[in-house]
């Protein structure tokens, strides 16, 4: 990558009726969710591309974020003309080969660098989730006191509200969330599930809609896999075969560990293998530009 390159890998857009507006960055590292901090609250999705220009499941995207709009009661409609037509324009203006994706909706129009708008996007170089991490497994901890107030709305004030919750590392990946009876809900951004025979165990009730565990629900029957929906408590965790977290920026992650405590035998199981495979494979042929040409 070359100097120009990088520099030219943060951006952030405002999206008036006119068409995208290039904004000033104010971080040169990070993601996307640094780059919308300076906005107001909303809603949003986060999101990767596929072969540069092409989204999984992008009308899932569209459709959970007119839920959390209506869910907040907002007396307005999701442009869906201007939104798709600008991720397109975006995204294939993109200096590398893929990029992590974020759009903010807002109730009101907001003033950023002197461009009024209530749609923004951001983009930030997509970084594959490490080939040891999915390999070998990732660890989770726990962020005990961190919930959504609203589970079925994605507000961008949950994105400030994790924060203090570091993520990344082979170690300490992703935080837990729990109910008050110690129930296993969701990871501070991302869904979890859990593997146990032939039964693929999610919370279901009370989590974030997540766009990719949707889709690893839908392939689950062709791998021989049942669907439950389950809160599944703590002290169930050992009976468990495997594990994975996912999300729409890192597809499905292997989970090995769980605080203190060893998934299955500690090691990538065949049921995860089988599920990542399938879900790349779904995104090989189904993924497709935001506009059709």
């Known amino acids: 990558m070359t100097g120009e390159t990088r520099s030219n890998a943060m951006q952030l857009f405002a999206v008036p009726p006119s068409g995208p507006r290039a904004l000033s960055t104010a971080v040169s590292g990070g993601t996307v969710h640094d780059l919308l901090e300076r906005l107001p609250g909303g809603v949003y999705s986060a999101l990767r591309t596929f072969r540069h220009e092409c989204f999984l499941w992008l009308e899932e995207h569209l459709a959970r974020t007119e839920r959390s709009m209506r869910g907040l009661g907002w007396n307005k409609e999701l442009d869906r003309e201007r939104l798709l037509s600008a991720l397109d324009a975006t995204v294939r203006d993109y200096p590398l080969d893929d990029a992590r994706v974020r759009f903010d909706v807002l109730e009101h129009e907001h003033e950023l660098d002197?461009?009024?708008?209530?749609?923004?996007?951001?983009?930030?170089?997509?970084?594959?989730?490490?080939?040891?991490?999915?390999?070998?497994?990732?660890?989770?901890?726990?962020?005990?006191?961190?919930?959504?107030?609203?589970?079925?709305?994605?507000?961008?004030?949950?994105?400030?509200?994790?924060?203090?919750?570091?993520?990344?590392?082979?170690?300490r990946y992703e935080h837990l969330l729990l109910d008050e009876q110690q129930r296993v809900l969701e990871c501070s951004s991302s869904n979890v599930a859990f593997v146990r025979g032939s039964e693929l165990i999610t919370a279901g009730d009370g989590v974030l809609e997540g766009i990719t565990l949707a889709v690893l629900l839908h392939l689950a029957p062709k791998l021989g896999l049942t669907v439950v929906h389950r809160r599944l408590p703590l002290a169930e965790l050992e009976t468990l075969d495997e594990a994975f977290l996912s999300s729409s920026a890192r597809g499905p992650v292997p989970v090995v560990r769980i605080g203190e405590r060893v998934i299955g035998t500690g090691r990538v199981g065949p049921r995860v293998r089988a599920l990542t495979e399938a879900y790349y494979a779904l995104a090989a042929s189904d993924a497709r530009p935001a506009r059709r040409r």
């Open 114 to 171: 002197g461009v009024r708008a209530d749609l923004f996007i951001a983009l930030s170089p997509f970084v594959a989730v490490p080939e040891a991490f999915l390999r070998e497994g990732v660890a989770l901890d726990f962020a005990p006191h961190l919930r959504r107030d609203s589970p079925r709305i994605k507000t961008t004030a949950f994105v400030l509200a994790r924060k203090p919750f570091p993520i990344g590392s082979q170690q």
